[in-house]
């Protein structure tokens, strides 16, 4: 059974930093490309960020851009989602997705297996 479990959510300041992570389990996880969605109270989900199957090819939505980084270890079945200087509006649940054979999109449609999320709470 396919897993993606995030975690290093939390309550953070405005200005802070956090480090998700999302481990995948049951897949040839070099197989696929990873990105970041986030769900706020009362929004629709929206893109964040993506990451190709080698780490080397990346896409950003334009408001995290210059603030988040996205990256991967293969070894390690395991996406990460840095994020700098976090504001109130960056408050959701963040999750991560998985698209088998692809290259970075962000579609959410192009995406088969979701993680459940991790809460982000950004005070000001």
């Known amino acids: 059974q396919v897993q993606l479990v995030e975690s290093g959510g939390g309550l953070v300041q405005a200005g802070g930093s956090l480090r998700l992570s999302c481990a995948a389990s049951?897949?040839?996880?070099?197989?696929?490309?990873m990105a970041w969605f986030r769900q706020a109270p009362g929004k629709a989900r929206e893109f964040v960020a993506t990451i190709n199957w080698s780490g080397d090819d990346t896409y950003y939505a334009t408001s995290v851009k210059g603030r988040f980084t996205i990256s991967r270890d293969n070894a390690k079945n395991t996406v990460y989602l840095q994020v700098n200087s976090l504001k109130p509006e960056d408050t959701a649940t963040y999750s991560c997705a998985a698209r088998l054979y692809g290259d970075v999109s962000s579609r959410q449609s192009d995406y088969r297996y979701w993680g459940q999320g991790t809460q982000v709470t950004v005070s000001s």
């Open positions: 049951a897949i040839t996880f070099r197989n696929y490309a």
